[in-house]
């Protein structure tokens, strides 16, 4: 069993910064792509960004590229999700997710454990 813990959200102004962690247990943690989705009041879970299990590939939703950076730290069990220049629009729950693989896909499909989410409030 797989659990994920989202931590790091709250109520930021629009142009500032947050960052989201996603804390893992179990051992198997490191042999999975990881992703970041959002879902925002009345609209569907939406990708926003994944990762490879060794970092070293990524991947973003076209809004929020340039803006924010995922990374992993594997001997921490942690995905992080750097988030600046926030927008308004950027007002979401966010979920991470363990990949089914090493890489990941962009649809929630492909993924088969996620975390509670963390709010993420954007005042503009």
């Known amino acids: 069993q797989v659990q994920l813990v989202e931590s790091g959200g709250g109520l930021v102004q629009a142009g500032g910064s947050l960052r989201l962690s996603c804390a893992a247990s179990?051992?198997?943690?490191?042999?999975?792509?990881m992703g970041w989705f959002r879902q925002a009041p009345g609209k569907e879970r939406e990708f926003v960004a994944a990762?490879?299990?060794?970092?070293?590939?990524?991947d973003y939703a076209d809004s929020v590229k340039g803006r924010f950076t995922i990374s992993r730290d594997n001997a921490r069990n942690t995905v992080y999700l750097q988030m600046n220049s926030l927008k308004a629009e950027d007002t979401a729950a966010y979920y991470c997710?363990?990949?089914?693989?090493?890489?990941?896909?962009?649809?929630?499909?492909?993924?088969?454990?996620w975390g509670q989410g963390t709010q993420v409030t954007v005042s503009s």
């Open positions: 990762i490879s299990w060794t970092g070293g590939s990524t």
């Open positions: 997710a363990r990949s089914q693989g090493v890489t990941w896909s962009r649809g929630q499909y492909g993924y088969d454990y």
């Open positions: 179990g051992r198997t943690f490191g042999s999975h792509g």
